[in-house]
């Protein structure tokens, strides 16, 4: 399978942005989920939000994706309003940040016809790690799924003990667990297993590059353009 990997802005490109959204609603509708707050529209009009689209390279067609979402006065994170339902001990967590200090990575998906490569977790997670570094944030937050915990891991993410159970949490829906979770070092992810520091520092230095890589379902070609710089203009 050939894809490519880029970021958008949010806000300079409405047209790229409706098509992830309307690819991440559909993929949540298929396991039920209609009330969730990373799917809430209202951060289209967040200037400090950038999207990781994943895109077939023969068609350029969407099939998945990842936001990361700053943190500013007018645009508090998702996670916040869905954690504060249940434990409002994370206007504490919170407090110490400044405007555009942390950042969560929420709203990852991919279509079912990419299920299997590793591209909706395992890629996706290193990407936005990695892209993380260069938006000048302190802390990267992320509600992670069960089977999504161990590779967070992996890349650098802990466990936030002091919030909900133990970090873990009803959410997106009553029957559905999600643990809360945070790198408190983006640049130097000291917690990462080896290999993934390799890999997400060599993304950093070289943030347009072609890979190749396998999966159990089979080969992958990927493109990477992460050129944030070319974003930002």
Request: hydrophobic share 40%.
């Amino acid at each position: 399978m050939k894809i490519n990997i880029r970021v958008v802005r949010a806000i300079t490109d409405m047209e790229t942005t409706e098509k992830y959204i309307d690819g991440h609603y559909r993929v949540l509708e298929t396991y039920g989920v209609t009330k969730v707050t990373s799917a809430d529209r209202s951060w289209v009009n967040n200037p400090h939000v950038y999207l990781l689209l994943v895109e077939l390279a023969d068609s350029g067609r969407i099939v998945g994706g990842g936001r990361i979402q700053m943190r500013s006065e007018n645009f508090p994170l998702p996670l916040e309003g869905a954690i504060f339902e249940k434990d409002e001990s994370i206007v504490d967590f919170m407090s110490p940040f400044k405007d555009l200090e942390v950042a969560e990575y929420c709203g990852l998906w991919n279509s079912r016809e990419i299920a299997g490569y590793g591209i909706g977790s395992i890629y996706l997670i290193r990407i936005g790690v990695a892209l993380s570094s260069f938006l000048g944030i302190k802390n990267l937050m992320a509600f992670c799924s069960p089977v999504i915990v161990k590779k967070a891991e992996s890349v650098g993410f802990e466990i936030i003990t002091s919030l909900g159970d133990e970090g873990k949490f009803l959410y997106p829906k009553e029957g559905l667990i999600a643990t809360i979770m945070e790198i408190q070092d983006i640049n130097n992810i000291p917690t990462a297993t080896d290999d993934e520091q390799e890999f997400i520092f060599n993304l950093r230095a070289n943030p347009v590059q072609f890979k190749k890589d396998t999966s159990r379902r089979g080969d992958l070609e990927i493109f990477y353009d992460l050129a944030i710089q070319n974003v930002l203009k």
